[in-house]
T-cell receptor, first 112, second 117 residues
Framework: GAGVSQSPSNKVTEKGKDVELRCDPISGHTALYWYRQRLGQGLEFLIYFQGNSAPDKSGLPSDRFSAERTGESVSTLTIQRTQQEDSAVYLC??????????FGPGTRLTVT | AQSVTQLGSHVSVSEGALVLLRCNYSSSVPPYLFWYVQYPNQGLQLLLKYTSAATLVKGINGFEAEFKKSETSFHLTKPSAHMSDAAEYFCAVSDLGLSGGYNKLIFGAGTRLAVHP
């Protein structure tokens, strides 16, 4: 079946501009996660959605970062006034059971 | 809070040799532990997981890992390396979320495995 998809696959933006990253989870998966992977580093948790519960935003690095999810479908991660340190691969994952996350291919964001 | 340490950011082995990638964790609760593999320009793929059943866990592509509570370790092994195993490997522990249930993953920094002929 279809896996997690993310768009765009690559995004180059100028410092100070806003960007929106999209994640389409696996159909039926109630949980959705966003992670950030900086070059040469492991993944950092950003935000977690579970059904209609309040999202766990504890990993968002600043108030320039926000994310939305409508029901159990698509999620968008928005970064406002991008900075060069925001350059990274942004990975989305979805799961049906909490300990089995399926990852998308990621969006590579480059801020110039 | 949970954390993961992967010893060795780069490991190089010969084709056919034993692969050993080390992972130690800290957790205040019984952990769920995972190994993921990331091939170049691809997303993460789950290799195997430990969820408090058998301590020796077998995964895909001939990999296995053993949960050792006394050593707080979850090392990944494969008896014979293949060229196609060259990738980055991430160990992760599942952290408790705000509601108390397991959810987000805490990742180690990763180990890049090189396999040479």
């Amino acid at each position: 079946g279809a896996g997690v998809s993310q768009s765009p696959s690559n995004k180059v933006t100028e410092k100070g501009k806003d960007v929106e990253l999209r994640c389409d989870p696996i159909s039926g998966h109630t949980a959705l996660y966003w992670y950030r992977q900086r070059l040469g580093q492991g993944l950092e948790f950003l935000i977690y959605f579970q059904g209609n519960s309040a999202p766990d935003k504890s990993g968002l690095p600043s108030d320039r970062f926000s994310a939305e999810r409508t029901g159990e479908s698509v999620s968008t991660l928005t970064i406002q006034r991008t900075q060069q340190e925001d350059s990274a691969v942004y990975l989305c994952a979805s799961s049906l059971v909490p300990y089995e996350q399926y990852f998308g291919p990621g969006t590579r964001l480059t801020v110039t | 809070a949970q954390s993961v340490t992967q010893l060795g950011s780069h490991v190089s082995v010969s084709e056919g040799a034993l692969v050993l990638l080390r992972c130690n964790y800290s957790s205040s609760v019984p952990p769920y532990l995972f190994w993921y593999v990331q091939y170049p320009n691809q997303g993460l793929q789950l290799l195997l997981k430990y969820t408090s059943a058998a301590t020796l866990v077998k995964g895909i592509n001939g990999f296995e890992a053993e949960f050792k509570k006394s050593e707080t370790s979850f090392h990944l092994t494969k008896p014979s390396a293949h060229m196609s195993d060259a990738a980055e490997y991430f160990c992760a522990v599942s952290d408790l979320g705000l509601s108390g249930g397991y959810n987000k993953l805490i990742f180690g920094a990763g180990t890049r495995l090189a396999v040479h002929p």
